[in-house]
T-cell receptor, first 114, second 111 residues
């Protein structure tokens, strides 16, 4: 059974804090993704990684960075949290280069920035 | 024009009816198409995928793909209150491992 886990379900931080969101998958997937989900805006891709130490910007990378030092772990970093980064953050993983490369999602982290 | 468009709903259907969810996409080169279900407060889970024109059936669910018209739909037969959720359409463009998601359609099945 594919498992994608995220370090926290709920997180409350203050404006200006550095925030780390961790994601781990146990299926040896090459691809990992970070999304944020906001009402009316759907799932928006922040960053994508297709291999260790490789990353690609998504649609809304501003204010975020990522780290992928090991294949199973993909971290999202908010360098200086702001209130407009309050959102649900979802991590996903998938196999690479498959026609049907289903993305498996973690449970999500609801981040509130005060 | 959004890349993947869905009616936000809510779509309300009585228990036992057929629910029809639609999605249109703009990239003609798109290869694969996915339907995810997301319950309130939960993360999306895959229920169907399709990559060939026509219909694909899995239990009470049928996905339909028409590449010429650039739409994909999901039919849910014998709808149950437990089907009440938001359904996300996702499209895989050519030559990328990324998915483009629609904003989702909220389905309500009432007893």
């Amino acid at each position: 059974d594919v498992k994608v886990t995220q370090s926290s379900r709920y997180l409350v931080k203050r404006t200006g804090e550095k925030v780390f969101l961790e994601c781990v998958q146990d299926m040896d997937h090459e691809n990992m993704f970070w999304y944020r989900q906001d009402p009316g805006l759907g799932l928006r891709l922040i960053y994508f990684s297709y291999d260790v130490k490789m990353k690609e910007k998504g649609d809304i990378p501003e204010g975020y960075s990522v780290s992928r030092e090991k294949k199973e772990r993909f971290s999202l970093i908010l360098e200086s949290a702001s209130t407009n980064q309050t959102s649900m953050y979802l991590c996903a993983s998938s196999l690479a280069a498959h026609t049907v490369d289903e993305q498996f999602f973690g449970p999500g982290t609801r981040l509130t920035v005060l | 024009q959004k890349e993947v468009e869905q009616n936000s709903g809510p779509l309300s259907v009585p228990e036992g009816a057929i629910a029809s969810l639609n999605c249109t996409y703009s990239d003609r080169g798109s290869q694969s198409f996915f339907w995810y279900r997301q319950y309130s407060g939960k993360s999306p889970e895959l229920i169907m995928f399709i990559y060939s024109n026509g219909d694909k059936e899995d239990g009470r669910f049928t996905a339909q793909l028409n590449k010429a018209s650039q739409y994909v739909s999901l039919l849910i037969r014998d709808s149950q209150p437990s089907d009440s959720a938001t359904y996300l359409c996702a499209v895989k463009p050519y030559n990328t491992d990324k998915l483009i998601f629609g904003t989702g359609t909220r389905l309500q099945v009432f007893p």
